[in-house]
């Protein structure tokens, strides 16, 4: 595996504050005398506590106080430093040397008490003891290649407690596409300045992907910064079954309305029109339950819903996901543990038909 090195050499530099202030080297603050130093990093402070993240202080800082909370990715500190000195137990981990000296002598400045981690290569935090509370991650493993960044999230996760939670700021796939569904190592130039290797989309369905075996509740999926950001906190409820245990559907397809094509459709326009469906019944004894349905779905045009209904033909409750065109092929999973009868297609705009092929349907043993 690749190393760190060119991310390092990157992040040398840290967000000023809110996102419209730039970035700034840690190593040319670390330069300031003390006074000057701490005045410079109060007013980034101040900027992200009145600028797009305003929110996060009120929301967060009853719930940290007194708890256990490990920061991956913490840049100049300003969203930590202030959280410890509401009384919460904060752990510092980066993997720029200088990023953890700036947030350091903040804290000692500050009289507060933090623990700092060094993430190197081996992206272990076996250092630090586990039991933590929340694991906070604000716009930082986004920016390594998904390989690493899911071992270390695995590696992060073996701190957590279960019942802990595992707070994540993101870039969602929308802006990605709305930006020019550029490749990653050219999309980080866009979001974080021109010597940025990678930056990648993510959302609640990748984000689980990437942690899996792990299972969650979730908490809060919201969109920030007119849908530039997603903030997602999730209940983290133990590691589940790591099965490989998986059939592919391979039909038959009940067609319902519009055009059909093999395993390509075209719905008629209506935000709720039918279009497909598969009878679930004859594979859900070959597997046991909890079950994940992954279909890989290519949408050309339009917006089209992937459910799961019941014998009454109604869509259980939180089963459905919204899936908009794009130039990508993407591959999603629906989570149930009851039994449903159908997994059903249908067009999911009022005024716009949807294109699209299903290249893949599997149902998976889920975790
Ligand atoms: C965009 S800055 C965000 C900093 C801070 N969370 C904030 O919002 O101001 C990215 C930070 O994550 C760190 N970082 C980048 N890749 C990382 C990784 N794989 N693991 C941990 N930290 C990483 C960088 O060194 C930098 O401090």
Known sequence: METLD???????????????DGRVFSAGLLDLPDGEFLASWGRMAERRASGAMAWFRPLYRDYFAGKRVLEIGSGAGVDG??????????????????????????AALKGLEAKFHLIDDNLSFEALTPGYDAILVVGSIHHVLYDITRLEALNALRLLKVGGRWIELVYPRERWLREGALSFDKWGQRTDGERTPWVEWYDMEKIRRRLHPATFKIILDFDLR???????????????????????????????????????????????????????????????????????????????????????????PDSELVVDSGPDIQTLALRFSGRPKHLVFRNRHEDRQSIFTVRRVTLREAA
């Open 6 to 20: 060119k991310y390092r050499n990157k992040w040398r530099e840290v967000p000023a504050g809110d996102d419209v």
């Open 81 to 106: 430093i202030p959280m410890a000195a509401f009384g919460a137990h904060w752990t510092f981990a980066d993997i720029v040397p200088n990023n953890l000296a700036t947030i350091r002598r903040v």
């Open 226 to 316: 007119s849908r530039d950001q997603r903030w997602v906190d999730l209940e983290f409820l133990g590691m589940g079954r790591d099965s490989r245990k998986f059939i592919d559907i391979p039909g038959p397809v009940i067609f319902e309305a519009g055009e059909r094509d093999g395993w390509t459709f075209a719905g008629s326009k209506g935000a709720f029109h039918p279009i497909a469906r598969i009878d679930l019944a004859p594979f859900l004894d070959a597997l046991t339950g909890p079950y994940e349905i992954e279909v890989t779905v290519d949408v050309r045009q339009g917006v089209v819903g992937l459910g799961l209904t019941d014998d009454h033909n109604a869509h259980l």
